[in-house]
Nanobody, 115 residues
Framework: QVQLVESGGGLVRPGGSLTLSCLASGDTFKNLWMYWLRQAPGKRLDWIAGINENGGDIYYHDAVKGRFTISRDNAKNTLYVQMSDLNPEDTALYYC??????WGRGPGTQVTVSS
């Protein structure tokens, strides 16, 4: 089983940008669809973006479309999400995972958007 570790979170002002990374262990990462999800305080875990094995098929939740960009580097076993024009509603614990429900997700990285 692939083990995932997210990083790159932090405190950012409204309108700011941040890039999160997700490092995967093992040699199966390149064969997997991968997803970013987030969970805001008191809310459910929601998927926000998905990418296929070679990065040629990508989709986004409407809440982040046009502001977030998912990508991957299979040579580095790493998944990314570039986030721009952040607002307080983007404050959440962000996870990478192997499916839209969050299966196999890592411990998460906290993103806080506040002035």
């Amino acid at each position: 089983q692939v083990q995932l570790v997210e990083s790159g979170g932090g405190l950012v002002r409204p309108g700011g940008s941040l890039t999160l990374s997700c490092l995967a262990s093992g040699d199966t990462f390149k064969n997997l669809w991968m997803y970013w999800l987030r969970q805001a305080p008191g809310k459910r875990l929601d998927w926000i973006a998905g990418i296929n094995e070679n990065g040629g098929d990508i989709y986004y939740h409407d809440a982040v479309k046009g502001r977030f960009t998912i990508s991957r580097d299979n040579a580095k076993n790493t998944l990314y999400v570039q986030m721009s024009d952040l607002n307080p509603e983007d404050t959440a614990l962000y996870y990478c995972a192997q499916d839209e429900d969050g299966w196999g997700r890592g411990p998460g990285t906290q993103v806080t958007v506040s002035s």
